[in-house]
């Protein structure tokens, strides 16, 4: 069992919550605590055995905490996600994948594109695929058929896998902190469009890729993970594009496994993560 | 101010000691435990704030625990140490510019040499050289010169930084858990001399080094850390050295931070180390 | 286009093959070459455009080069692979997603199991599933089933991903240097079973994978490529082995993309590769 | 023997090269060629050995080249190289070890601070050390100052070893293509100063250096290597830069190496590196 722990820190917490786990007879299999001094923020993720007994630990464990503690124990056994695409492929497959051998963490609800090119590798696996078009229509009417779908399923997590809208403040604040993106770049370089094109012209001699929470300003929330790959000057712009998918797809599936697993805390555009 | 902890698991161990904490004010920063299951032992190395008082809070926190716990409060503001050398410079060399610029986390007390290939270097930096030669004497009285020389110094730790004899039992039980080597190769590969050698005829594309523990049996002592580097077909077996010691010198530089900062606990042949 | 060359050395072999290219006026974009001095064998990868005009190289290369020399142009424009399973899906299925969509370099032809368990993932893909069980027959017949259901297709390369069978030496010389499998370990440690329970007992803090060549000695055939990945105390057996699958699935990726684009030379168990 | 040509590509300029070689009775032991098809620009790094003969295989190949051919044949045996440093110890001691060993692939001629704290390490290693203080003088000044002491050594290559003054575009010209800089970021991201201020605000999952050749614009010059080390959220801003120290010395150590060998060529602003 997880319980994951996030708010005000003063002193005395972590004997605060474990004394409530003892009292319960849970025995604590590893455990991981940050506190942000600047912030004054607490971190915490427990991993008890499940021979304890309590009928409602996170209310005890609430109850001797600051007023403002967000507390989850084992926060939904698997997560619901909705997947969102445009045309290409490499991240949505390897989710597709891992959902259908049940290895994703997380049970994937739909998949929506705004091109049908998806469609097809979506529907092999068994999973609803939703055309929403953003053509002849303003960005408000196309995210309100997109919130439309979306609602039904009650996604804890919408996975943008190469969707390639930008989505307004208001689609992205009604999803607080529950949308993650995979960006083509190793941010903060090359913000924008077109990053391997800059990256060739640059020369560059590794590629990287970020997944990252989304927020209101563009390619610069809280980041989840970032890997890189080395590349070189006999690199041609198609060459940069399938290594950094490569990247990108592992970048992807490692940030979804760190938030499936409860592992990633967010603050101040910030996270913390306990690999 | 760090405080490591193992000891035996049981119910309420980390609800003991952070009371413990708690009642002296102290605040904590940064905490990582973790519970080997197989085993039944309970880790820790919590992180405080210095402002907590306490005269004694590492007999205030073994009382809560049980009988067999190893507490260590800031176990030694530096860590003083030897390092026993043969031939080769890139480690010593690199332990030492590190010693002259106070970030190495220990102080260098003496090097011991069984040839005087590095008695220059290391007396550049004003450090002492012992040269005892293993010629025309017995293990156990070149062995005995050794310790004779060490003792004095009462270092924390043997630093074995290409030091090519083999140690025998008695010596190495007479410094239990104190002597760290840097193996040339990704054990448990290639094992015993010429890795680089094996590694050129198996025509592997990845060497490693391994950093450990030395214990009674030969290279199999527990791992503090590995590191890898690429190679290919290229390399001549000069360049398959040349890589590998580059590879040696920052994997054993990274084995004595973690060590030297006591982020590294052993337990049957295994480390849990919380980087 | 793409020209490969292996024979035996002698002064002079670059600018013969480079003068019959000049002569057709092709221009060389890329090159790589490499001559091993101990077994004076020399190995040439060349890309050149396709404006040149000659019925045919490959000939025209031939008669300057000693009788021993390989040539092959532009090897076959897609590579036919068949790909054995047993149970483990995900190195089949990355094979399968990227046949699909078109970028693995090659096209599976069939996919043949001695379990059942991944005729589902393949018929998905529209791909062939054969049923090859194992049990009840002698190697020789099980193998000459396989080889019934292989021959047909004319495949230039087997890829074991994760089948879980030893060869015998008769069915790998009929296939000689075409069949390439994923062994998961970092070779040559932990040879053999259990290598996640071996690394775990040992605790090691990397784990690897490695692509490569079959031949008689069992997981000693030439290595095409090998990859890490960083592990720790905390990673129990299950976690390992997921750890390990990721590193797997990308090593096989890694080494069937160097092979397909002819870039690995074998010779003396090793392999030359102009990554 | 090494071979280094650059010039503008037209067909069959290998096989006149290799020609002229074979005539001579050399053998090529490796050999690396590319052909920058945008800019039509060639380039190739030929290794021979050491036993044909000609007096002038320089002048011989030139003859076979097209008029803006560069050709340097072993181009110095060992390079001389001036460092010149600020205040950090880390890239500088790494050097003055290796050239103290002789395995840097140069020669150290002296070191030149603006600040005298790198003065006691570098004499420790009886090299040169010449304070040039920036302060109440103009950049001109400055500079002329620092070339009157340069000269005279006639260096290959000048070394920013975490120099912290910007040089002006005169100087910069005047030893064009021959400064190589270690930068402290992962360009192009965090171009400036305090990139490890922007990163912990950033919240970064890595960071990263680049070594480069400097040109006129600020930290833009061409990049000859990068490497990267991961971090997470609980390094604080001394961590961060203790850990991009780790990185900024490797990557200047493996940027020299790579030019000391002859490795690097450069046009337009990127690099074409045989690795």
Redesign the interface.
Same mark, same amino acid.
């Given at each position: 069992m997880v319980i994951i722990i996030q708010c005000r820190?003063r %002193? !005395?917490?972590? =004997?605060a919550i474990? @004394?409530v786990?003892?009292k319960a007879?849970? +025995?604590?299999?590893?455990?991981?605590? $940050?506190?942000?001094?600047e912030e004054n923020k607490f971190f915490a993720r427990i991993v008890v055995?499940d021979i304890g007994y309590l009928q409602n630990i996170e209310m005890a464990i609430t109850k001797v905490l600051p007023p403002d503690a967000v507390v989850k124990v084992n926060p939904l056994p698997e997560k619901k996600i909705v997947v969102l695409v445009t045309k290409e $492929?490499h991240c949505l @497959?390897?989710i597709l994948?891992r959902n259908?051998?049940k &290895?994703l963490g997380a049970n994937v609800q739909c998949v929506i594109g705004n091109h049908p090119d998806l469609k097809n590798?979506t529907e092999?696996?068994s999973i609803p695929f939703h055309l929403v078009s953003h053509e002849n229509k303003s960005k408000e009417n196309f995210e309100a058929e997109l919130t439309n779908i979306i609602l039904p399923y009650k996604p804890d997590y919408l996975i943008l896998a190469k969707f390639m809208r930008i989505l307004s403040p208001e689609f992205i604040t009604s999803f607080k902190l529950k949308i993650i993106n995979i960006h083509h770049s190793?941010? #903060?370089?090359?913000i924008g469009a077109y990053p391997y094109r800059?990256a060739l012209k640059? !020369?560059? /001699?590794?590629i !990287?890729a970020t997944a990252h929470f989304v927020t209101n300003d563009l390619d610069e929330g #809280?980041?989840? &993970?970032?890997?890189?790959i080395p590349v +070189?000057?006999?690199f041609t712009l198609i060459d940069l594009i /399938?290594a950094g998918r490569?990247n990108e797809t =592992?970048t992807l599936?490692k940030a979804m496994q760190l938030v499936f697993e409860d592992r990633v805390f967010v603050f101040n +555009? /910030?996270? %913390? %993560?306990f690999?």
């Open positions: 820190d %002193v !005395g917490l972590v =004997a474990t @004394s786990l003892a007879d849970f +025995n604590i299999v590893s455990m991981r605590e $940050y506190v942000d001094l055995d $492929y @497959s390897d994948t259908h051998f &290895t590798i092999l696996f190793f941010l #903060p370089a090359f800059q640059r !020369g560059v /001699k590794i !990287g #809280p980041i989840i &993970t970032q890997k890189v +070189n000057h006999s /399938k490569e =592992a599936a +555009n /910030k996270t %913390v %993560v690999e």
